[in-house]
C-alpha cells in the first residue's frame, strides 16, 4: 500500500483527486489523478468510518478540499495499470 497527499473536486456521486505538493498546492508536475470510491473506508481524528462520503470531501463541487491522505493500491491487468484507492485520512 502506498498514501498521497492529495486535493479533491467532488460532483455528485464522484469524487477526483489531483496530488499536493508538499505546500498543500496541487502538484501541476505529477499526472496521476485519482477516482475515490464513494463509499471508501476513512478516518477522522482517529475514528473509522466505513461505507459513506468522507466529511472532509466537498459534497458537490465546491472547489477544492483541503489535503487529505489517499492510501492506494497498484493494479495490473494485462498492460494496463492504475491506483485503486481504498482509504482515506481526513
Do not use: K
Not at 492529495?6 to 483527486?17: D, K, P, T, Y
Not at 499536493?20 to 501541476?28: C, W
Not at 468510518?49 to 472547489?63: A, F, I, N, S, Y
Request: proline fraction near 4%.
Amino acid at each position: 500500500m502506498h498514501a498521497t497527499q492529495v486535493r479533491c473536486l467532488s460532483a455528485e456521486g464522484a469524487i477526483s483527486c489531483l496530488t499536493a505538493d508538499d505546500s498543500g498546492d496541487v502538484d501541476r508536475n505529477d499526472d496521476w489523478t485519482y477516482g475515490v470510491p464513494s463509499d471508501v473506508a476513512w478516518t477522522s481524528g482517529g475514528t473509522f468510518h466505513d461505507g459513506r462520503w468522507p466529511e472532509c470531501l466537498p459534497p458537490t463541487g465546491r472547489g477544492l478540499s483541503d489535503v487529505v491522505r489517499l492510501t492506494w493500491v497498484e493494479v495490473a491487468a494485462g498492460e494496463t495499470g492504475w491506483r485503486d484507492v481504498v482509504a482515506v485520512a481526513c
